[in-house]
């Protein structure tokens, strides 16, 4: 059982919410603390023209009000919404705040990753705690 779990949470179609957060629930020691984590990525210079501040405002709220959905099913849970590197920014705030499990949700690799490297393997390869990756 784990004390302070840290769940990094990408909102897109290809990665299940559910599965992580079910995992987090299984996990947790009683009275544990429970974090989900989105990285926003940093926008490339040449992209910051086209997206204006009020979509940015927009899509801040949007994602505030989905991690606050996903706490909800976990005593104890949060939500934190941070900018910068996905791996680094993950691995970053789990080393800060002493996380003992990181639960990450992963693809299927293709041949990409295995050149470039995913969020998940990263934090799988550079990690201080325990990570488990769900599928």
Partial sequence: MYNNILVPVLFDNDHDKSAPVK????LASPGSKITFLHVIERLP???????????QKELRVTLHQE?????QHL??????ILEGHSGRT??????QYGNDLIIIASHRPGVKDYFLGSTASHVVRH???AVHVVR
Avoid: H, Q, W
Avoid at 45 to 55: D, H, I
Avoid at 75 to 80: D, F, K, L, Q, T
Avoid at 90 to 95: M, R, S, V
């Fill in 90 to 95: 993950i691995l970053d705030y789990a080393g």
């Fill in 67 to 71: 991690m606050d959905r996903l706490a």
């Fill in 75 to 80: 005593p104890g849970a949060e939500g934190v």
């Fill in 127 to 129: 990690a201080a705690c």
């Fill in 45 to 55: 210079g040449y992209a910051k023209s086209f997206v204006t501040e009020n979509l």
């Fill in 23 to 26: 995992l987090a629930g299984l």
